[in-house]
């Protein structure tokens, strides 16, 4: 049982393209993340939600708590948003869980 | 401000050894949370430390344990090493108790056991 969902798995778009990543959760929640991954290990939180929907220039972040879901945007994609993303549901303090990841190719 | 600094960043290990990773928080964080990354099983929390008391922890055997020191500083222990504790460990501090704080990744120690 996987207590959050992410798909797609795997994604390549062409540069300029919007692009959507989608998570879904069964845990109750407290805060959401949206990590990027690059190749190295190296991760950073994008954005960190409980409610609506937040903005980082080309990057936007919503969640429906009553739906139990949240998606991540990218507007206008270019090759160095190239990366894996990772949703990462927290119930209580740091205790995440994870989804699988999408692995984001941007073609130039 | 000094991010999330994390030693060894890489170590080979043998089965039946036992290993000791340290993780220093941004200075005035006071959690300290772990997680294993592999490529099975993807991201898993290890362990949350807050203020010198584990808070939370995962599904893991006991040979995983950590501890937290009086600044904040922690440190993981895995205790006789199996091959599938190869992995990347990462560890992520927070200002405080809440999960809507922030969080803060370290680069990771990448464990391979041999």
């Known amino acids: 049982k996987n207590e959050v969902e992410q798909s797609p798995q795997n994604l390549t778009a062409q540069e300029g393209e919007f692009i959507t990543i989608n998570c879904s959760y069964s845990?109750?929640?407290?805060?959401l993340h949206w990590l990027q991954q690059h190749p190295g290990g190296g991760i950073v939180s994008l954005f960190m939600?409980?409610?609506g929907k937040k903005k980082h220039g080309r990057l936007i972040a919503t969640i429906n708590i009553q739906e139990k879901h949240s998606s991540l945007h990218i507007t206008a994609s270019h090759p160095r948003d190239s990366a894996v993303y990772i949703c990462?549901?927290?119930?209580?303090?740091?205790?995440?869980?994870f989804g699988t990841g999408t692995s984001l190719t941007v073609i130039p | 401000k000094a991010g999330v600094t994390q030693t060894p960043r890489y170590l080979i290990k043998t089965r039946g050894q036992q290993v000791t990773l340290s993780c220093s928080p941004i200075?005035?964080?006071?959690?300290v949370s772990w997680y294993q990354q592999t490529p099975g099983q993807g991201l898993q929390f290890l362990f949350e430390?807050?203020?010198?008391?584990?808070?939370n922890k995962g599904n893991f055997p006991g040979r995983f344990s950590g501890r937290q020191f009086s600044n904040s500083r922690s440190e993981m222990n895995v205790s006789t090493l199996e091959l599938g504790d190869s992995a990347l460990y990462l560890c992520?501090?927070?200002?405080?108790?809440?999960?809507?704080?922030?969080?803060?990744f370290g680069e990771g120690s990448r464990l391979t056991v041999l």
């Open positions: 992520a501090s927070s200002p405080g108790g809440a999960t809507g704080a922030g969080l803060f």
């Open positions: 845990v109750g929640i407290s805060a």
């Open positions: 939600l409980s409610s």
């Open positions: 990462a549901v927290g119930e209580t303090g740091n205790q995440f869980y």
């Open positions: 200075s005035g964080h006071r959690s």
């Open positions: 430390y807050f203020s010198e008391t584990q808070r």
